[in-house]
């Protein structure tokens, strides 16, 4: 079946604009979690929500970036005023449920380059 | 989450047995092993994951020490394809929230 797919694939952007990444999870996954990955190194958690619920948003690094997901399946990460610091991988992730021994699913994730 | 180190990267060659070692000396009693790997320019791809038990996929087979301080990934017959970075999570069990915590991982480089 189809996986996680995330868009769009690559995002350039002029610092100051707003920029919004699309992750539709894989169809009935309940949880989906957002990470964003640095140049040469490893993935950080930002935020995850359970169907609809934002119930962990501790990784967001500042107010300028928000998440939704507000029919509890794609879900959207906004970023507001884009800054060079914001330029990343953004990976989105998604799982049948919360418990520890389901593995997460990941998209290719979304490139951003801010300028 | 207890805490992992890996060393930053390993040489294998094509067709040989990969051993891709993994201290978790802090690990507590219900904290799961994870592994995943990612490809250049892909997303992390789950492998294989444990308890206590040693276990094995059609991917790889995971080693636990009895005491749990560390693991060894164990890719059978390496090829071009498994050349990735290799990440050992370890990952508290049931609650919401599970987010994978990731550190630097191993990058493994398997040469012809």
């Known amino acids: 079946g189809a996986g996680v797919s995330q868009s769009p694939r690559y995002k350039v952007a002029k610092r100051g604009q707003d920029v919004a990444l699309r992750c539709d999870p894989i169809?009935?996954?309940?949880?989906l979690f957002w990470y964003q990955q640095a140049l040469g190194q490893g993935p950080e958690f930002l935020t995850y929500?359970?169907?609809?619920?934002?119930?962990?948003k501790s990784g967001l690094p500042s107010d300028r970036f928000f998440a939704e997901r507000p029919e509890g399946s794609v879900s959207t990460l906004k970023i507001q005023r884009t800054q060079q610091e914001d330029s990343a991988v953004y990976l989105c992730?998604?799982?049948?449920?919360?418990?520890?021994?389901?593995?997460?699913?990941f998209g290719p994730g979304t490139r951003l380059t801010v300028t | 989450d207890a805490k992992t180190t890996q060393p930053p990267s390993m040489d294998c060659a094509e067709g040989r047995a990969a051993n891709l070692p993994c201290n978790h000396s802090?690990?507590?009693?219900?904290?799961?092993v994870y592994w995943y790997r990612q490809i250049h320019s892909q997303g992390p791809q789950y492998i294989i994951h444990?308890?206590?038990n040693n276990e094995t996929n059609e991917m790889a087979s995971l080693i636990i020490t009895e005491d749990r301080k560390s693991s060894t990934l164990i890719l059978p017959h390496a090829t071009l394809r498994d050349t990735a970075v290799y990440y050992c999570i370890v990952r508290s069990g049931g609650g919401a929230g599970n987010m994978l915590t990731f550190g630097g991982g191993t990058r493994l480089m398997v040469k012809p």
């Open positions: 444990g308890l206590k």
């Open positions: 802090t690990i507590s009693g219900n904290e799961y």
């Open positions: 929500f359970q169907n609809e619920a934002q119930l962990d």
């Open positions: 992730a998604s799982s049948w449920t919360s418990g520890s021994s389901y593995e997460q699913y």
């Open positions: 169809s009935g996954h309940v949880s």
